[in-house]
């Protein structure tokens, strides 16, 4: 088994490979990938993130990476509608579990019109590699494989990097490695950026 430095090592490399930039799977797939982690090694992935948006994006390369923290996208459009005190009052007076449905009609998960998904395709162009992260933090307002599901019809034209701290088999995503009550539904779609 690789460590977390050996694994993140190798992102860079296939960012670099016009292949990869291009898109395509062998059978015309969307280029969407998982990177997972074991989530102890959250600050590591946070901080290699960090370097290499910084080294990619000031280096004169012929594509930026797009970082978009779910999270942060979620507490934006919050704060943008005058919502996000009342959350907190609400989430103080009545426990988090009453705050997940008002939040999640607010943001218009999984609408036509998903707030969070319009926030990152209106912001995404085409020599974009983008990075979804936050996938932790947001739980359980967003499942990870709702946010991919929704954003695969909408961003098909540039690779989409989801950093998942869990597991990612091919199949299933396994939140946090805990497969006892944290278990998205399958995905097929994404592949595995780098194995572990």
């Not at 779609?189 to 194995?195: T, Y």
Request: glycine share 4%; net charge negative; with cysteine.
């Amino acid at each position: 088994m690789q460590t977390i430095y050996e694994r993140l090592d190798k992102i860079l490399p296939i960012l670099m490979d016009e292949k990869f930039r291009e898109n395509k799977g062998l059978g015309n797939e969307i280029g969407f990938y998982i990177f997972d982690y074991d989530p102890k090694d959250e600050m590591i992935v946070r901080e290699y993130i960090s370097f290499l948006k910084q080294k990619v994006n000031n280096d004169n390369i012929s594509f930026n990476i797009r970082e978009y923290d779910l999270y942060d996208i979620m507490i934006e459009i919050l704060a943008s509608k005058g919502y996000l005190e009342k959350v907190f009052e609400m989430e103080q007076k009545k426990g988090t579990a009453a705050i997940l449905k008002p939040i999640k009609s607010t943001l218009r998960l999984t609408q036509k019109n998903d707030l969070i998904v319009e926030y990152i395709r209106a912001r995404v162009s085409k020599e974009d590699i983008v990075f979804l992260t936050g996938v932790g933090k947001i739980w359980p307002v967003i499942r990870s494989h709702t946010i991919l599901n929704v954003l695969h019809s909408v961003i098909d034209y540039v690779p989409l990097i989801m950093f998942y701290p869990g597991s990612y088999s091919g199949q299933d995503l396994c939140l946090f490695d805990k497969s006892d009550n944290i278990n998205d539904q399958h995905y097929y779609r994404a592949f595995k950026l780098v194995e572990r």
